[in-house]
């Protein structure tokens, strides 16, 4: 059913939201392959290869918006360098969002709203993230340093993993948190050896590479090319999950049940039904609902189901309407958790892989599990599909797409 607007007695239609396109880069570990790329390079090529799978010239795009986290001397308005980098002119607006790990999905519901409520016509909703390139900040330098120590404050931590008002990292709250929750450490392990395993058979069944532009590096003795993801690990087993430390003393998160600290970039290219039908695109699929959660500061395991189940019901759908799942794994317990709170079967989850395996680039990735979830749709032939995510501070969104 299309939402309607009121204005006296008359009633008005709103558009519906399709996509037309998708694409992201691979994503590389901190200090890997993509560590020299700027965060708003990497945006510039996702969004380039949305476009040229969409089949959509960059002159027609109307507006961009793009998730980036860590900001700090990176320029203004990141987002627009991206559209720029990208070949989208300079009459064409942008923004840049930031809401932590969910800033690309609600970019892409900033697209969404200007769609349905404002007749935009096409526009660009992505995310990107350069981890590597977060520099350290001196804060005092400004007016100089007195008696004692300075102090270096590293900005990835801070702006990225760093609750500003507990000011404890994501890691410490989600153990509490988890632990409260009863989740063992096996279980967690357990989870974080599927992500890999998935991952991996996906790697090599191509499905990955379906999601995939390539990055060129140029280097004085040649191009490189990164066309894979460089988190997923071979040989990994239970037991060697079991050997590693917990992140906090006798915890139970550990490095590996928890995401890497990641590069990367994804864009969607988002329409009004009505201008894709009268330009001719092929549409992959729609926007059905968007919800936002927000709790308690720690609750990060508990946002990503509260966020599904507003988006359920504002589309009329219950959990197990929904086909594909994508659950941005901030942590293995952030999966299981929302798992148990929405009473959904996990073979349905996570089904490529998730941000254990593939890494976390933090304003990327909920463009990447949008353009996973809705391939994995269409090579299903169809049927509903829902991104969401834990964000810092105790929220969370989510997404439910139709294919």
């Given at each position: 059913m299309l939402p309607i607007l009121r204005r006296g007695r008359e009633v008005l239609?709103?558009?519906?939201?399709v996509i037309l396109g998708s694409a992201r880069t691979p994503v590389g570990k901190l200090g890997g392959g993509l560590s020299t790329v700027k965060p708003v390079e990497l945006g510039g090529i996702a969004i380039k290869g949305a476009l040229e799978r969409a089949g959509v010239d960059p002159e027609q795009i109307e507006h961009v918006a793009m998730g980036h986290v860590i900001q700090a001397g990176q320029g203004q308005i990141t987002a627009r360098q991206a559209?720029?980098?990208?070949?989208?002119?300079?009459?064409?607006?942008?923004?840049?969002i930031n809401k932590v790990?969910?800033?690309?999905?609600?970019?892409?519901?900033i697209i969404d709203?200007?769609?349905?409520?404002?007749?935009?016509?096409?526009?660009?909703?992505?995310?990107?993230?350069?981890?590597?390139?977060?520099?350290?900040?001196l804060t005092n330098a400004r007016f100089g340093y007195r008696m004692g120590d300075g102090k270096t404050l590293d900005s990835m931590v801070l702006d990225g993993l760093t609750n500003s008002f507990t000011h404890r990292q994501m890691f410490d709250e989600t153990t509490e948190v988890a632990d409260a929750h009863g989740w063992s450490r096996e279980e967690l392990d357990r989870w974080a050896l599927r992500s890999h395993e998935n991952a991996l058979a996906a790697i090599d069944g191509g499905r990955l590479g379906e999601e995939i532009v390539p990055v060129t590096?140029?280097?004085?003795?040649?191009d490189t090319v990164v066309d894979t993801d460089e988190g997923p690990r071979r040989g990994s087993s239970l037991e060697a999950l079991a050997k590693l430390p917990g992140l906090v003393k006798g915890g139970t998160h550990t490095a590996g049940n928890s995401p890497g600290v990641n590069d990367g970039a994804g864009a969607l290219v988002l329409a009004s039904d009505e201008w894709a039908q009268a330009n001719g695109k092929e549409v992959l699929g729609e926007i059905v609902a968007f919800g936002q959660a927000a709790g308690d500061f720690p609750n990060l395991l508990t946002t990503p189901g509260k966020a599904s189940a507003k988006a359920l019901d504002k589309a009329g759908l219950k959990a197990s309407d929904i086909d594909v799942w994508?659950?941005?794994?901030?942590?293995?317990?952030?999966?299981?958790?929302?798992?148990?709170d929405l009473g959904i079967d996990e073979d349905r989850v996570n089904v490529n892989g998730g941000a254990i395996a593939l890494g976390h680039p933090l304003g990327a990735s909920g463009a990447r599990i949008i353009g996973s979830a809705l391939l994995e749709l269409r090579r299903r032939g169809g049927g509903y599909g829902i991104a969401t995510a834990?964000?810092?501070?105790?929220?969370?969104?989510?997404?439910i797409i139709k294919v």
């Open positions: 239609i709103m558009a519906k939201t559209q720029i980098a990208a070949g989208i002119p300079n009459h064409v607006s942008s923004e840049t790990c969910t800033s690309s999905i609600r970019s892409a519901a709203l200007l769609v349905r409520a404002d007749g935009l016509g096409v526009g660009i909703a992505g995310g990107m993230e350069s981890m590597s390139l977060a520099p350290y900040l590096i140029k280097g004085r003795k040649g994508e659950i941005n794994e901030a942590f293995a317990s952030v999966a299981l958790n929302s798992i148990k834990c964000s810092g501070t105790g929220q969370g969104d989510a997404v």
